[in-house]
């Protein structure tokens, strides 16, 4: 009976009503567990399971059907449940409508110059997002190139400092100006940010164009979100003329006649393949028809479809969508049979023995690495303390216009609570496909040699943490890695030559 409120605008019916399912069951009332039973009677849920797999991804589930008024593709609508009832309003949106229309083009260095070339004659803001930290980086080096210091760069792999300096010139830039500023004059003539998925959401910002990866449907609207997000004149008359209709220009996906689509190198490391696939069923049909993307009103049905049961796409696109969804339920099955084996039991009922439970629990924590793999999908992560190592052999904080920017830190003596904090925020994540398994250890070994100093771990704000220090200049190698820092890329990683 406990109240819990979701907030989201691309959530999946199929998810939602898995969500609704969850609560509904774990309701401690009678009179809400029954009202459950009979809701799961009404729609066709008493004799369908969950338990092996969510029923977004599942094919053999059904969605709870649409209600008269088609609620599963009402946006927005506010949906809730009381006493064991679901319910679906739908709320008046804003007056505010965006028409995006969709454009793929080709995913090299020469198509993406071309295309920002010739949609920023005039001028313009635009923004590029990559799937990955790597890929934005190589990007923003070859934009440099053609665009010079008009290009920024933002994503995760900063410090945090950095991070916070970044997305305050990004709500400057790009954020909504004040009533008694003209927007026309706060926005810069011409701007390229790249950006990683750090982008997609939190930030209230707003671009002429937007160039994107291929990523699921759902994120790709996230991203679509941050496309003239806010008027800019009457009748966009504040951007340029070639940018007042809203674009979305995807890349990292090839589309051939007659073949399934070609993935970027990486993308489907990052996301699954076949939400990959159905997305660019989705957005290539839509560049196709040269059909517009509604926004908001279109979100749900987009949404909907990407995560819903039917085929679309190409007859030639069926066999290897299939085969992507079979391998993604695959892996979805050995994620929820891996973590069953650590998870504690549900309650049982009043009365029962409690003869074995002992045996049942999951034992003591186990803090190594491989402990917390236990109870983790996905790579450990290893954040360090990133600081310049200077000619002196003393270290000092990276600079910026935060307190202590620049400031040596002593490692050999305790630092004051203020020097601590400015320590602890550069702190930044390595990048898992360094640190996994035997690389991963070898790397904490040799941070640790290297970047443990006894006297800070009197404090508690550094207790614990492992350092990285680096040459500003030329950087540093650890267990075969070259790392480099700067204010412009932020952290790079290649291997030593």
Avoid at 146 to 158: A, E, I, N, P, T
Avoid at 268 to 295: G, T
Wanted: with cysteine; proline share 6%; charged share 25%.
């Amino acid at each position: 009976g406990t109240p819990v409120v979701l907030l989201s605008a691309t959530l999946p019916v199929a998810q939602r009503d898995e969500l609704v399912n969850a609560y509904l069951t774990g309701c401690k009332s009678q009179q809400i567990a029954s009202n459950s039973l009979q809701h799961r009677r009404r729609f066709g849920w008493e004799n369908q399971s969950t338990a092996d797999l969510p029923a977004a991804y599942s094919p053999d589930v059904d969605h709870i059907p649409d209600q008269s008024n088609n609620e599963a593709l009402t946006y927005p609508s506010l949906t809730y449940v009381s006493e064991g009832r679901l319910n679906t309003v739908r709320i008046a949106s804003s007056s505010r409508k965006t028409e995006v229309m969709i454009r793929i083009i080709g995913d090299s260095d020469d198509d993406l110059v071309r295309t920002l070339t010739s949609l920023l004659a005039e001028g313009g803001c635009a923004l590029v997002v990559r799937n990955t930290v790597t890929r934005a980086q190589k990007t923003a080096k070859l934009l440099r190139n053609h665009f010079g210091s008009d290009v920024r760069l933002v994503h995760s792999r900063f410090i945090g400092h950095h991070r916070v300096l970044n997305d305050a010139w990004l709500l400057e830039q790009f954020g909504p100006s004040s009533e008694l500023e003209s927007m026309k004059s706060s926005r810069p003539k011409r701007a390229i940010v790249v950006g990683t998925q750090v982008v997609e959401q939190s930030l209230d910002i707003d671009f002429d164009i937007l160039v994107t990866d291929l990523a699921p449907a759902d994120l790709m609207l996230q991203r679509i979100g941050r496309l003239h997000r806010h008027p800019r004149g009457l009748q966009e008359g504040d951007r340029p003329a070639p940018l007042r209709q809203a674009k979305c220009f995807v890349t990292g996906v090839t589309v051939l006649f007659g073949q399934p689509p070609l993935l970027a190198p990486g993308l489907d490391r990052v996301y699954s393949k076949h939400s990959l696939l159905r997305a660019a069923a989705l957005f290539s049909d839509l560049a196709d028809r040269n059909q517009p993307l509604y926004l908001p009103g279109g979100i749900a049905s987009l949404v909907q479809a990407a995560y819903g049961r039917q085929t679309f796409g190409p007859a030639e696109w069926q066999e290897a969508t299939k085969n992507a969804r079979d391998s993604e339920v695959r892996v979805i099955k050995a994620m929820r049979s891996k973590a069953a084996t650590f998870r504690i039991a549900s309650p049982q009922p009043p009365g029962r023995p409690i003869l074995g439970w002992l045996h049942a629990g999951v034992g003591e924590a186990d803090e190594t690495r491989q402990g917390r793999a236990q109870v983790r999908n996905g790579d450990d992560s290893i954040e360090v303390i990133l600081l310049f190592r200077g000619p002196d052999s003393d270290l000092y904080i990276p600079k910026g216009n935060h307190r202590h920017a620049s400031e040596a830190i002593p490692s050999d003596r305790r630092p004051d609570d203020s020097l601590a904090r400015a320590a602890a925020g550069c702190l930044v994540r390595l990048p898992a496909w360094i640190t996994r398994g035997a690389d991963g250890d070898q790397i904490i070994a040799q941070l640790e040699r290297n970047g443990w100093f006894p006297e800070w771990q009197k404090n508690p704000i550094l207790a614990g943490q492992l350092v990285l220090p680096i040459d500003e200049a030329t950087g540093s190698t650890i267990s075969g890695w070259r790392i480099r820092y700067d204010m412009e890329n932020g952290l790079e990683v290649d291997l030593e030559k």
